[in-house]
């Protein structure tokens, strides 16, 4: 897809991989709208709660009056959290649990079966006919989840899951699906890690042995939307790292 003339809406988008991402959307010639609690200063925002199913009908329905469709949908919106299942001291937290699978799997859920409806109305574009793209903010986490990171694994692997079963029931539309799994990334979500923690994250990176940075996530999902090969999978962006199965900050 020539995502000249475009119009990509990207949850998350004020700030981190999402704001990234949308900025790369713009200065390739799409038209990016970020749907964020908060509002981005430098492209077109609306506010929207993605939890809440009406106010993100009302997002998608604002941007439709706008910009009249919907192209491109990145899914970015998302909260880290860190809570072991049971301890000796009681069992895990239930509403932290909850509250991620809202945000970082039900969010997803509630943006791209509005966005993906519109998007069967697209005309065909291009020499495949492509109708629209959703790409999924997945995480290495969906693979390999680390010990006290339970809610979070299982919203990353059930957006990764997804990812095959919406291009699956999308491609009679010519719509395609793809999820991204950075490794540890340096934005907001990540920015009040201790030092040591962080360090110790990347001892299993191969190489580069550094955070990877949000315009390296854009990179690629701007790379998803020019080649229509690529379909139903979800690519790791995390420099070769295997992650350990607990870190000493897990207790």
Request: net charge negative.
């Amino acid at each position: 897809m020539d995502p000249a003339g475009k119009i990509a809406i990207v949850t998350g988008g004020a700030s981190g991989l999402g704001h990234a991402t949308a900025r790369a959307l713009v200065a390739a010639g799409a038209h990016a709208i970020s749907l964020d609690l908060n509002d981005a200063t430098d492209i077109p925002s609306l506010r929207c709660d993605v939890t809440n199913p009406d106010s993100v009908a009302e997002a998608i329905a604002a941007v439709l009056g706008r910009w009249g469709q919907i192209h491109i949908c990145v899914n970015s919106a998302g909260l880290g959290g860190i809570g072991q299942i049971a301890t000796a001291d009681g069992p895990g937290d239930l509403a932290t649990f909850r509250r991620l699978v809202e945000v970082n799997l039900m969010g997803a859920v509630h943006v791209t079966r509005l966005a993906a409806h519109h998007m069967i109305a697209n005309p065909p574009s291009g020499p495949d006919g492509e109708r629209g793209l959703i790409i999924n903010a997945c995480s290495i986490a969906s693979f390999e989840g680390q010990e006290g990171m339970g809610a979070y694994t299982a919203t990353k692997a059930a957006l990764a899951g997804l990812t095959l079963v919406w291009a699956r029931d999308l491609s009679r539309h010519g719509i395609r699906a793809m999820g991204i799994a950075p490794g540890f990334f340096a934005t907001p979500m990540t920015a009040g890690m201790p030092g040591s923690l962080v360090d110790e994250l990347l001892g299993t990176v191969e190489f580069p042995r550094r955070p990877g940075t949000a315009e390296e996530f854009a990179e690629l999902a701007l790379f998803i939307v020019r080649n229509a090969m690529l379909n139903g999978d979800v690519i790791r962006l995390d420099g070769g790292t295997r992650p350990p199965a607990r870190t000493s900050w897990a207790g």
